[in-house]
């Protein structure tokens, strides 16, 4: 009621001014016309009387302003009367304001946009109460670049139980890992049936003290209980029926937002009844859970400290700092295995050994941002350097505008018009256009960030907080108001209104445009200079890319599908996953088009290291033991090697021969064959897969190596190849009544591959059909081409390469204009010096010559300092780059020459219109 109020008062006070004004009028005309009619009786002509009587008045007009700058609330009448003005102006020069409404919409737009990037990964913190007491406890290995990693659970119960910092201490589980007993296995989706339509979800499987260190109250219903997260509760076979908790957006999606408390879904064939609903957007750790679970801990993964599975967040105790928590953390680790009464493999403050390693805490954000922090920032400075560009542009237009302008400033002072006066209309026309850019730029900002998270969901952290919401307004209004500050006084801070006089008269021209010529030089070196930075970083981004796109995967991707389906226990008949699985492959094997198919319990490109502790005869490690840490291990089915296209460099791949054989055979990458048995032959040797926290096995037998593969880059083309084992999910287990029998190692989730020479579109509905004759409850997800995996795993350096070449193409073209109009401002000033030049003998040639000149020594001054802050400047972003350096001569000297011949062509044109003056026609002009 407040603002209704004033907005109301306001008018009304508008209304009265407005017939103030007029009696105001009125009684001036009376006053002038008395005092002409005694003229006129002294014998005084009509217009000499009245003309004598305005000027012993002080002029109508100026009486005027006097009386209305003495009313109360007199400058919103004068802000309005230059608003109208400001209008008007803009009206009658429709070139110069959509140049500087573009301008000022493209770096208020990029600017506000990239804020809203920062804003939300970065300045605001996590959607939980308090949370910056929320810590993340990782593990950090000697050997391999494993930073962040996850726990046992032996480690995070022993930690609970230590830890005296912290308020509550909770774990969850998403992605790959063993939930032990049978064949079980933990996977970031789940199948969900809720009606008869079958989905595939993204889970999280918590225990109950995570929702309560989280802080998290259910919108609908409860949270788990004490007791509903362990084994007992949660396991089929071994307690109560299971229960789950659904996010709003999914209760929504499935529910169309009906009670659903109560009601039982379906999860991977089992029933789970819904005891709550979460609120709208809460989510653990980025990661757009859709269904809470029950973690479900066997007792066997209680105790096994070599499947790293859990992560771990804590609250700290109120008061209590970081360091504090830490120091406990330290202490910990000098002495766990005493504190905790065990014995064996525990966490130690100095890992000397590929199985140690020491925990660390991190706050909850930094763990949710990682090392996306310095890309965002990068963006935003890049944004920053766009609107410094912009500013720079416009402040030439308006410079150049106010120029064109001198007379009519030179009129309004003569007629009494303060200088302070003249500097709020400026101001007020600079307010009015930069805030118009600043609402478009609001706009394009909008559709900037839809475009982002459309093409790039996962490369920026928290992307579905992502809005324009109140900071970034006021991010965008402040941006525009300094903006208006800055440009439209520009004018005035050079004192421009002394010798209007001269401007009256048309004199002056030629003896005051030297300092004007030096600051739009300046402002032209500045936009080349960081257009140049923008270019060179641009370069070395999009090399990087080119760079990435061309590494050695170690298979061949092109002319491949892939899809995911999750094959629950008891949803499919006949022998288990594996036979369906078989089945499932056979089917698509007789399709037309189908080059191969095969099975795989993991894509490349997004791995995350399992370290799985495996047993290597005739290989010991440090302490002697014949242990050896690898990396990945890689379940898969007949012709894997075949059709991946992965080439076998020693012995041979898995075939038919190895599905009736009870000899246990593996193969092995070159990189775990280098670290076990070094200059050594490893076909015929034998390793022992921790198959127990691998695929959740009772026994861990021993293989034969019978071959060795090419390295596959797992965890993305930057990084190194890890040490991998492969193991042929086809073989069959020992005998049994004389039967052989396929031993249950195939994870829930296995993706299919095949190579062909279809497209994902063609193929959908058929291999949906395929997959459905298998099971009608299970959904075929993530149908892609293998490309597309590939493009998701470089998207961050994609999206980085993307945004800044097109920062680096709107900085190049703003200071092409910008030195394009400087030019031909400066042709159009010195017409008359030109045309003398022409009539004295001047060649046409020296004309563009001197014209060159001028415009080439800004350039050239901009792409000198442009290169040097490049030079300088892109090392921060080193860690970015990939197969090229932040110096890379290359790069640097292509941007240079590009910019230089663009910045030739930008000075032809005038440089060609001056030539072509034809003197008699500019000395008349003049």
């Known amino acids: 009621m407040t603002l209704l109020h004033r907005f109301a008062s306001l008018l009304r006070r508008w209304i009265r001014g407005e017939r103030a004004d007029r009696e105001l009028h009125d009684e001036l005309e009376t006053f002038v016309a008395m005092a002409a009619a005694d003229s006129v009786r002294d014998g005084a002509t009509s217009e000499d009387a009245r003309r004598s009587a305005v000027l012993d008045f002080g002029g ?24 109208r003005y400001a209008l008007r102006a803009l009206r009658r020069t429709p070139s110069f304001a959509a140049v500087a409404l573009t301008t000022l919409a493209l770096g208020i737009g990029v600017n506000t946009a990239m804020f809203s990037i920062v804003n939300a990964t970065i300045l605001q913190p996590l959607g939980y109460d308090s949370a910056g007491q929320l810590m993340r406890l990782t593990a950090h290995y000697p050997v391999g670049p494993l930073q962040g990693y996850r726990l046992s659970m032996p480690e995070y119960l022993e930690f609970r139980q230590m830890a005296q910092t912290f308020r509550e201490v909770g774990a969850f589980a998403i992605g790959e890992g063993v939930a032990g007993g049978g064949s079980g296995a933990w996977a970031g989706a789940v199948n969900l049936m809720a009606g008869d339509r079958p989905l595939r979800v993204r889970s999280a499987l918590v225990d109950e003290h995570l929702l309560a260190a989280l802080g998290v109250r ?24 299971p229960v789950a908790i659904l996010s709003h957006e999914l209760w929504q999606a499935a529910f169309g937002g009906q009670p659903a408390l109560g009601k039982t879904v379906l999860v991977d064939g089992r029933p789970h009844d819904i ?43 109120p008061g209590v700092t970081r360091a504090a928590a830490e120091a406990e953390l330290a202490a910990f680790l000098d002495n766990w ?16 050994m ?62 009494g018009a303060s200088r302070g006066r003249m500097v709020q209309q400026m101001l007020v026309e600079g307010l009015v256009l930069s805030l118009t850019g600043a609402a478009l730029g609001v706009w394009i900002a909008h559709i900037t960030l839809q475009s982002l998270v459309r093409r790039f969901p996962a490369s920026l952290p928290r992307t579905n907080e992502l809005s324009l919401d109140v900071p970034v307004l006021l991010f965008a209004l402040l941006l525009s108001v300094t903006t208006a500050v800055s440009l439209a006084v520009a004018p005035s801070v050079r004192n421009r209104f002394k010798d209007l006089v001269l401007a009256v008269k048309g004199a002056g021209r030629d003896g005051v445009g030297i300092g ?33 796109s061309v590494v050695d995967a170690g298979f061949d991707r092109s002319r491949m599908v892939t899809f995911s389906v999750t094959l629950p226990p008891g949803s499919t008949e006949g022998g288990g996953r594996v036979a369906a699985l078989h089945r499932l492959i056979g089917s698509l094997d007789q399709l037309p088009g189908v080059e191969g198919v095969t099975a795989m319990s993991d894509l490349p490109f997004h791995r995350l290291a399992q370290r799985y502790t495996t047993g290597a005869e005739g290989h010991s490690n440090a302490d002697g033991r014949p242990l050896a840490i690898v990396d990945y291990y890689q379940l898969v089915m007949s012709d894997y090697f075949k059709t991946m296209g992965i080439a076998i460099v020693a012995g041979r791949g898995f075939d038919a021969t190895d599905t009736t054989t009870n000899d246990r055979a593996v193969v092995i990458n070159e ?229 230089a011949i663009v910045s030739v062509v930008a000075c032809a044109l005038p440089a060609w219109r001056a030539s072509r003056l034809d003197p008699l026609v500019a000395l008349r002009t003049e």
């Open 337 to 352: 295995a005493e504190r905790a009464r065990v014995k064996g493999h525990v966490p130690t403050n100095h890992p000397t």
């Open 275 to 317: 005891i709550g609903i979460m609120p709208p957007g809460f989510d653990v750790m980025d990661n757009r859970t859709q269904i809470w679970l029950p973690i479900g801990i066997h007792p066997v993964i209680r105790r096994t400290r070599d499947n790293h599975v859990i992560q771990v967040v804590g609250r700290l105790e």
């Open 671 to 899: 990189t775990l064959a280098n670290r076990l048995w070094p200059g050594r032959d490893p076909i015929g040797r034998r390793v022992r897969p921790n198959l127990r926290a691998a695929v959740g096995t009772s026994d861990n037998p021993w293989h034969t190596v019978i071959g060795v593969a090419k390295d596959v880059k797992e965890a993305g083309v930057d990084r190194d190849a890890g040490a991998e084992l492969y193991l042929f999910i086809e073989q069959p287990g020992p005998p049994i009544d004389g039967t052989q029998q396929w031993v249950t190692t195939a994870p829930k989730t296995m993706n299919i591959v095949l190579r062909t020479s279809l497209e994902p579109s063609a193929l959908a509905q058929t291999l949906e059909r395929s997959v459905r004759a298998i099971d009608p409850a299970v959904p075929m997800v993530g149908l892609r081409e293998m490309d597309g995996v590939f493009d998701e795993s470089i998207g961050r350096p994609r999206l980085l390469a993307q945004l800044f070449a097109a920062f680096a193409g709107l900085a190049l073209l703003m200071a092409v204009l910008g030195v394009y109009g400087v030019l031909a401002f400066m042709v159009a000033e010195r017409r008359r010096e030109i045309g003398i030049r022409l009539a004295i003998g001047a060649t046409r040639r020296a004309i563009v010559a001197l014209v060159l000149k001028q415009g080439l020594a800004a350039a050239a001054g901009g792409l000198a300092a442009g290169v040097a802050g490049a030079l300088s400047v892109n090392r921060l972003a080193a860690s970015l780059l990939f197969g090229v350096g932040p110096t890379d001569p290359v790069t640097v000297v292509a941007v240079t020459v590009a910019i």
């Open 218 to 241: 259910p919108a609908q219903g409860r949270l788990f209980e004490a007791g509903e997260t362990d084994a007992m509760a949660s396991r089929p076979g071994l307690g109560g029926p």
């Open 516 to 548: 004007r010529h030096r600051v739009r030089r300046a402002l032209v070196i500045l936009e080349v200079a960081l257009a140049v930075l923008l270019a060179v970083a641009a370069g070395l981004l999009v090399r990087t890319v080119h760079n990435l």
């Open 60 to 83: 109508v007009e100026q009486v005027k302003e006097r009386v209305r700058s003495a009313r109360h609330g007199a400058w919103v009448d004068s802000v309005a009367r230059d608003v």
């Open 354 to 415: 590929p199985q140690d390693h020491a925990l660390r805490l991190q706050p909850l954000q930094e763990a949710v941002v990682g090392g996306a922090r310095r890309s965002i920032w990068l963006l935003q400075a890049a944004a920053a350097f766009v609107l410094l560009i912009a500013c720079a542009n416009l402040a030439s237009l308006v410079l150049a505008r106010a120029e064109a302008r001198r007379h009519e400033f030179a009129l309004r002072a003569a007629l």
